[in-house]
């Protein structure tokens, strides 16, 4: 059984998954999502032998329609765009996953899983409810947040995006 702490309450309380992590061979089949948002489609290459969670966690929300008419709600020009889940969701909505730092580094278009910082997440857990895509290279975030994907077309969409759009749907595909 996997755990991973909560970040809601106190941040040591433990909690199980909502999700199922699939074998590794199933795991692997999750090479791509789409991200739908009010200004069109991202296409996004997924990581999963390096961020399994993070993957799995994506598509489960995904295919649970967390994100769907979700806003991002944080923007900083020329650096992040966050959004995927508001930082006051629900509670059956919020949990944490364990970080999965990895060799990816983080470039203009690197998707990962936002999280607060150390002092209050000395754990760096990850918050399962929202990602960030990054609008430059920010190598000062290599081995401290979560990698789990990069954008590999729709660089257009992802630079008109602005704090208040939209994601409509999220889709992780299978091969």
Request: no cysteine.
């Amino acid at each position: 059984m996997l755990l991973i702490f909560v970040l809601h309450d106190t941040p040591k309380a433990a909690a199980e998954l909502p999700f199922i992590v699939p074998p590794r061979r199933e795991l692997n089949r999750l090479r791509t999502a789409q991200i739908e948002t009010n200004k069109g489609s991202i296409f996004i290459e997924l990581y999963p032998e390096e961020a399994p969670l993070h993957v799995a966690n994506l598509k489960y929300r995904a295919d649970k329609g967390l994100f769907r008419n979700t806003a991002f709600h944080k923007f900083s020009p020329g650096y992040v765009i966050q959004g995927g889940g508001s930082p006051a969701a629900s509670k059956p909505q919020r949990y944490a996953l364990s970080a999965e730092f990895n060799s990816h580094r983080h470039e203009r278009g690197t998707i990962g899983m936002a999280r607060v910082e150390d002092v209050i997440n000395p754990e760096r857990l990850s918050d399962a409810s929202q990602f960030y895509i990054l609008l430059m290279d920010a190598p000062h975030m290599d081995g401290k947040y979560t990698a789990f994907g990069k954008v590999i077309r729709g660089f257009s969409v992802l630079d008109k995006l602005r704090k208040g759009d939209t994601i409509t749907e999220v889709r992780v595909f299978v091969r």
